[in-house]
């Protein structure tokens, strides 16, 4: 599902928060619909706060961050630490 969320400002005791939903197919129209919002605030309105945020079913794993498998293996996670990575720098001269 994705939901984008937007503020109608009205003073301090009467703005209210809006959202509006739309299917997982539908980052498309999502985007457009946030793109009009920021339109009509650039034209005056009292809109704040537009974000769009999504939750798919197709993503990813889960959302967060945790710590890597133990079988993880990016180049950046040496056994060695003393094994250089990367190219030397500098002159080449000995």
Request: hydrophobic share 35%; proline share 10%.
């Amino acid at each position: 599902m994705i939901v984008v969320y937007w503020l109608e400002l009205g003073g301090e005791a009467r703005t209210v928060a809006h959202h509006r939903l739309f299917e997982p197919g539908q980052l498309s129209e999502a985007l457009a619909f946030s793109e009009s919002l920021r339109a009509r605030r650039r034209a005056g309105e009292p809109i704040s706060h537009v974000s769009l945020q999504s939750e798919l079913p197709e993503s990813v794993g889960e959302a967060g961050v945790a710590p890597p498998p133990k079988d993880y293996a990016h180049y950046k996670r040496r056994i060695d630490p003393s094994i250089p990575l990367g190219r030397p720098s500098g002159s080449s001269e000995s």
